[in-house]
């Protein structure tokens, strides 16, 4: 009877390391998408909670010659930083710089993104409820070596905000209408009581039209400082503080917890923030244009629209030489 046996790890065959593949040329990235991890994050209360995310990472392979890449020493070396400590910009610089490590010989580069949800508990607009908000958010980051060793990063955040937008257009030409349908309910008066008009904009049959309005969506990406060897850079905003950054530009984020007054007050905020997507944009733009910590952006303001089957969309950056581009 014959028995198979398990080789040993060092017997077995290392296809990448001693192949050598029948066409030759660097390449700028391989690695993986898609990759399934936990990250470690720290509450505004300090207490740590873990988050399912996804992620991709890369290494350039320099070496014409080699087969490829070694993909399993990414996937632990990924696997073992972010089971350790909360995620922070540091951290990806340490898994950034152990991908470059572990491919001595191979690797001048790596590259990392992280995708998951941030969640957050906000409160109503004017009733005491709260609840929790989910919002899509990223954290990228880049690292390269030059001949002489030098390290030069890159970090980008990005989030995806959902708010509400009522057209100015739409609003012009329903005030119009109601305007239409008072002079044709009250032709040949020339006089009208406070009481009256009160009681009149009080009914459903006198404003006979009303503006459109649509969930629409601020897709942000935004460069931040290279926190450098040390730590963390004093100077990086967080998700939550982006996430704030945007809504209060805008005014109009769309809502969880709703009773009746917190319905009226998200009416007035919308009434009083009438904007196209265009106005959305350079609100974004001035909000972030003021942000020292925030060294490059990309703003996507996309309206999807209720009047039409299609998107109203504006996009701007920073304008830095080399950087974003619309």
Same mark, same amino acid.
């Given at each position: 009877?014959?028995?198979?046996?398990?080789?040993?790890?060092?017997?077995?065959?290392?296809?990448?390391?001693?192949?050598?593949?029948?066409?030759?040329?660097?390449?700028?990235?391989?690695?993986?998408?898609?990759?399934?991890?936990?990250?470690?994050?720290?509450?505004?209360?300090? !207490?740590?909670?873990?988050?399912?995310?996804?992620?991709?990472? $890369?290494?350039?392979?320099?070496?014409?010659?080699?087969?490829?890449?070694?993909?399993?020493?990414?996937?632990?070396?990924?696997?073992?930083?972010?089971?350790?400590?909360?995620?922070?910009?540091? !951290?990806?610089?340490?898994?950034?710089?152990?991908?470059?490590?572990?491919?001595?010989?191979?690797?001048?580069?790596?590259?990392?993104?992280?995708?998951?949800?941030?969640?957050?508990?906000?409160?109503?607009?004017?009733?005491?409820?709260?609840?929790?908000?989910?919002?899509?958010?990223?954290?990228?980051?880049?690292?390269? $070596?030059?001949?002489?060793?030098?390290?030069?990063?890159?970090?980008?955040?990005?989030?995806? !905000?959902?708010?509400?937008?009522? +057209?100015? +257009?739409?609003?012009?030409?329903?005030? =119009?209408?109601? =305007?239409?349908?008072?002079?044709? =309910?009250?032709?040949?008066?020339?006089?009208?009581?406070?009481?009256?008009?009160?009681?009149?904009?009080?009914?459903?049959?006198?404003?006979?039209?009303?503006?459109?309005?649509?969930?629409?969506?601020?897709?942000?990406?935004?460069?931040?400082?290279?926190?450098?060897?040390?730590?963390?850079?004093?100077?990086?905003?967080?998700?939550?503080?982006?996430?704030?950054?945007?809504?209060?530009?805008?005014?109009?984020?769309? =809502?969880?917890?709703?009773?009746?007054?917190?319905?009226?007050?998200?009416?007035?905020?919308?009434?009083?923030?009438?904007?196209?997507?265009?106005?959305?944009?350079?609100?974004?733009?001035?909000?972030?244009?003021?942000?020292?910590?925030?060294?490059?952006?990309?703003?996507?303001?996309?309206?999807?629209?209720?009047?039409?089957?299609?998107?109203?969309?504006?996009?701007?950056?920073?304008?830095?030489?080399?950087?974003?581009?619309?």
């Amino acid at each position: 009877m014959t028995f198979l046996t398990t080789p040993t790890a060092g017997a077995m065959p290392d296809v990448a390391r001693h192949a050598k593949s029948p066409f030759t040329g660097t390449l700028d990235r391989v690695g993986m998408t898609a990759i399934e991890v936990p990250v470690l994050l720290r509450g505004s209360d300090g !207490v740590l909670s873990r988050t399912p995310a996804k992620a991709d990472a $890369f290494v350039s392979l320099d070496d014409p010659q080699a087969k490829g890449i070694h993909m399993s020493r990414l996937y632990l070396t990924l696997n073992n930083a972010l089971e350790a400590e909360p995620l922070t910009l540091a !951290v990806v610089r340490r898994i950034l710089g152990g991908f470059v490590e572990s491919h001595a010989g191979l690797s001048h580069s790596a590259s990392l993104t992280l995708s998951f949800d941030h969640l957050l508990r906000r409160p109503a607009l004017k009733s005491a409820n709260s609840a929790w908000r989910v919002y899509p958010v990223t954290l990228s980051g880049d690292l390269s $070596f030059d001949a002489k060793g030098q390290a030069r990063a890159h970090f980008r955040l990005g989030v995806t !905000v959902a708010y509400s937008s009522t +057209c100015p +257009c739409s609003a012009a030409l329903s005030r =119009q209408l109601v =305007q239409a349908e008072f002079m044709a =309910q009250h032709a040949g008066r020339d006089v009208l009581s406070v009481e009256a008009m009160h009681a009149w904009l009080g009914l459903e049959s006198s404003i006979v039209a009303t503006p459109h309005a649509q969930r629409s969506y601020a897709v942000l990406e935004v460069e931040v400082a290279d926190s450098g060897e040390s730590g963390e850079s004093a100077s990086a905003p967080d998700f939550t503080e982006l996430i704030d950054l945007v809504e209060n530009a805008l005014r109009t984020p769309v =809502q969880a917890a709703v009773k009746r007054e917190d319905e009226q007050e998200f009416a007035r905020l919308n009434g009083s923030n009438l904007m196209f997507c265009e106005d959305a944009g350079r609100r974004l733009k001035d909000a972030l244009d003021r942000d020292p910590r925030i060294t490059d952006f990309r703003v996507e303001a996309v309206h999807v629209e209720s009047l039409h089957p299609h998107n109203a969309v504006s996009i701007v950056t920073k304008g830095v030489p080399g950087g974003f581009t619309a």
